[in-house]
């Protein structure tokens, strides 16, 4: 069983920087394509990042470019998310993502991943 486990949440003042990890569990991790979401009280989860398995494509959700950069190291089995200018309606619920399916073409979509990890909370204050 596949599982992830987000961490690095936190409270920090907007402008702040944080940087969250989501390491995944299994010898697979290279086989997967991931991505970031989030979800705020009373909205429903939306995109935020992904990367693919092989490092040659990466997309972010306009609210989230130029701002923030998603990576990976396949030696350890983890994907970043680091944050930058962070604003109060940055605040949510983080949850880190894996397909697995030959061509994970939705990325945007949460219905394209396999696994999902519990959340990290990210508050920016004002």
């Known amino acids: 069983q596949v599982q992830l486990v987000e961490s690095g949440g936190g409270l920090v003042q907007a402008g702040g920087s944080l940087r969250l990890s989501c390491a995944v569990s299994?010898?697979?991790?290279?086989?997967?394509?991931m991505g970031w979401f989030r979800q705020a009280p009373g909205k429903e989860r939306e995109f935020v990042a992904t990367i693919r398995r092989n490092f040659a494509f990466t997309y972010y959700a306009d609210a989230a470019k130029g701002r923030f950069t998603i990576s990976r190291d396949n030696a350890k089995n983890t994907v970043y998310l680091q944050m930058s200018s962070l604003k109060p309606e940055d605040t949510a619920v983080y949850y880190c993502a894996a397909c697995d399916k030959s061509y994970c073409t939705n990325y945007g979509s949460t219905d394209e991943y396999n696994y999902w990890g519990q959340g990290t909370q990210v508050t920016v204050s004002s």
């Open positions: 299994g010898r697979t991790f290279s086989r997967y394509d």
